[in-house]
């Protein structure tokens, strides 16, 4: 599993240089990330960062932020939804059986986990988030308004970018299944991935159907091989 340390010295970087071949985007250097994160926050909306950065997390984010934060809310967002719509045939998957990832796709809502971050701790642990999330430019960051039982606040998430090679589209139920139940990569199963999201997702109150639907096939191919 990724951690604050390992990302914080670099770890993704060196395994995407590595596994160069299996993308036609070279993985982003510490200082192209740098000038990426000032840009981010050159645009935040006036007075968001006075009281640190909410940080929407929706899928891995929920279960291993791997960044130190002030608090933890269950909190909403609109204009996006969950989807499974990411490629990845490395970490949780190969280049013969890619896995998938979850993002943010356009339209709807999605519930999830708000993260706020300390003013004192931003560029530290922003740095940490964006080694992690920007590498390829899977993501686009996106100030987006975050909903929680305290109010609402500007928040940081991470959109999926259409324009990338690892876009999946809205690929239908079986696919999503088939491609979870089976794939596997150097930071383990799709399988593992869908179920971690599932069961953190509920310590914050939280059931996605979608998702519950998309376990129940998954098991139901497991329990077949």
């Not at 007075?47 to 929407?56: A, K, M, N, R």
């Not at 130190?68 to 990845?88: L, P, S, V």
């Not at 929680?148 to 959109?159: D, H, I, K, P």
Request: aromatic share 8%; net charge negative; with cysteine.
């Amino acid at each position: 599993m990724l951690n604050r340390d390992s990302i914080r010295d670099g770890v993704i970087f060196k395994l995407l240089q590595q596994h160069q071949h299996l993308s036609k985007v070279s993985p982003k250097t510490p200082e192209e990330l740098n000038a990426s994160l000032s840009a981010t926050l050159a645009e935040a909306p006036a007075g968001t960062l006075d009281d640190g950065v909410w940080v929407f997390g929706y899928g891995s984010l929920v279960w291993n932020p791997a960044f130190e934060y002030a608090e933890r809310r269950r909190a909403m967002i609109y204009g996006f939804h969950r989807a499974y719509c990411i490629w990845t045939p490395l970490g949780r998957g190969t280049p013969e059986n890619p896995g998938l990832m979850l993002a943010l796709d356009r339209g709807g809502s999605c519930c999830g986990a708000g993260f706020r971050i300390a003013p004192d701790k931003l560029e530290e642990e922003l740095s940490i988030l964006w080694a992690r999330e920007m590498p390829l430019d899977s993501y686009i960051p996106t100030w987006v308004t975050v909903h929680t039982e305290a109010g609402r606040a500007s928040g940081l998430t991470f959109t999926i970018n259409r324009n990338h090679e690892r876009y999946a589209g809205r690929l239908p139920p079986d696919v999503i299944a088939a491609h979870l139940a089976t794939a596997e990569g150097y930071l383990g199963t799709s399988a593992e991935y869908l179920e971690n999201t599932i069961a953190h997702l509920e310590e914050l109150g939280i059931r996605d159907a979608t998702l519950d639907e998309v376990h129940r096939q998954v098991t139901r191919l497991q329990n077949k091989q």
